[in-house]
Nanobody, 127 residues
Framework: QVQLIESGGGLVQAGGSLRLSCAASGRTFNSYSMGWFRQAPGKERECVAAISGSGARTYYVDSVKGRFTISRDNPKNTVYLQMNSLKPEDTAVYYC????????????????????WGQGTQVTVSS
């Protein structure tokens, strides 16, 4: 069992920055990959970024490359999403998720392959 608690969302003007945090508990954190997803009203949930358990491999969806950075601090059981140069189209509920099935050297971007989810945090970017 893994529990995930997100924090750091809020309202920001376009061009601003936010850092999301996701604290995990319950299993050996560095043994599983983590992902950040977002879901806007009327849209499907998409993987924004993912990181392997070791932290060596990362993924970003094209729309956030160069603006968002995913990282993890394994001793603190926490994964982060630094979001810079935010745009109104980044507005969504952001979720962190844990994938316990893959090795610590890889990750997945598929929603159905993640085992545990946080409660979500709202990010709103005003124009």
């Amino acid at each position: 069992q893994v529990q995930l608690i997100e924090s750091g969302g809020g309202l920001v003007q376009a061009g601003g920055s936010l850092r999301l945090s996701c604290a995990a508990s319950g299993r050996t954190f560095n043994s599983y990959s983590m992902g950040w997803f977002r879901q806007a009203p009327g849209k499907e949930r998409e993987c924004v970024a993912a990181i392997s358990g070791s932290g060596a491999r990362t993924y970003y969806v094209d729309s956030v490359k160069g603006r968002f950075t995913i990282s993890r601090d394994n001793p603190k059981n926490t994964v982060y999403l630094q979001m810079n140069s935010l745009k109104p189209e980044d507005t969504a509920v952001y979720y962190c998720a844990a994938d316990l099935r893959r090795s610590s050297y890889t990750y997945t971007t598929a929603v159905y392959e993640y085992d545990y989810w946080g409660q979500g945090t709202q990010v709103t970017v005003s124009s």
